[in-house]
């Protein structure tokens, strides 16, 4: 089956520019992840959907960071306007519900770079 | 969720095992253990996870202790594919709702 897909993979902007990532999960799995990885550091949740819905969007930076799932297929993550700490890899996950089990699915991940 | 303590990093030589420990004392009872693995500018990787048994796959074998407050991922024999970050998690079981909560794990290295 195929694999989660995101694009681009590589992105740099300068700061207080706009941004926008794009993810396809596995088909039929509902839940879709975002993370974020800083360097060093282990992915962090910034949301979680399942279908269209936001289940746990606490970790997001809502005055510059939004996300859809319109739908309840395709993702879009958005940072606007972009800070220096942004630069990170953005890494997108879906998983389906079996028993409890939560096994995730990750992409290839997005790494952006803010000058 | 309980938090989990890894060494920052380990070797080991291709083809003998690599053993690699997890401290999680403050688990409780409903609380699952999972590993992740990353490998270098790749997503992170499901490998295993268990409640209070041991569980083997085609990949790794999880030991829990009884007490339940730590485990060891063992990859029976390495090879140079595994060097990878390594990550302990973990979770409570009860939906399939529940976010992975990742720490900074132990970055493996298989040497020839």
């Known amino acids: 089956e195929a694999g989660v897909a995101q694009s681009p993979r590589y992105k740099i902007i300068e700061k207080r520019q706009s941004v926008a990532f794009w993810c396809n999960p596995i088909?039929?799995?509902?839940?879709l992840y975002w993370y974020q990885q800083i360097l060093g550091q282990g992915p962090k949740l910034l949301i979680q959907?399942?279908?269209?819905?936001?289940?746990?969007d606490s970790q997001l930076p809502k005055d510059r960071f939004s996300a859809e799932r319109l739908k309840g297929v395709d993702s879009t993550l958005k940072i606007q306007p972009a800070k220096l700490e942004d630069s990170a890899v953005y890494l997108c996950?879906?998983?389906?519900?079996?028993?409890?089990?939560?096994?995730?699915?990750f992409g290839p991940g997005t790494r952006l770079t803010v000058l | 969720d309980a938090k989990t303590t890894q060494p920052p990093s380990m070797d080991c030589a291709e083809g003998r095992a690599a053993n690699l420990p997890c401290n999680h004392s403050?688990?409780?009872?409903?609380?699952?253990v999972y590993w992740y693995r990353q490998i270098h500018s790749q997503g992170p990787q499901y490998i295993i996870h268990?409640?209070?048994n041991n569980e083997t796959n085609e990949m790794a074998s999880l030991i829990i202790t009884e007490d339940r407050k730590s485990s060891t991922l063992i990859l029976p024999h390495a090879t140079l594919r595994d060097t990878a970050v390594y990550y302990c998690?973990?979770?409570?079981?009860?939906?399939?709702?529940?976010?992975?909560?990742f720490g900074t794990g132990t970055r493996l290295l298989v040497s020839p």
């Open positions: 996950a879906s998983s389906y519900v079996r028993g409890g089990l939560n096994e995730q699915f």
């Open positions: 088909s039929g799995h509902a839940t």
């Open positions: 959907f399942q279908n269209n819905g936001v289940v746990d």
């Open positions: 403050t688990i409780s009872g409903n609380e699952y």
């Open positions: 268990g409640l209070k």
């Open positions: 998690i973990v979770r409570s079981g009860n939906t399939g709702f529940q976010k992975l909560v």
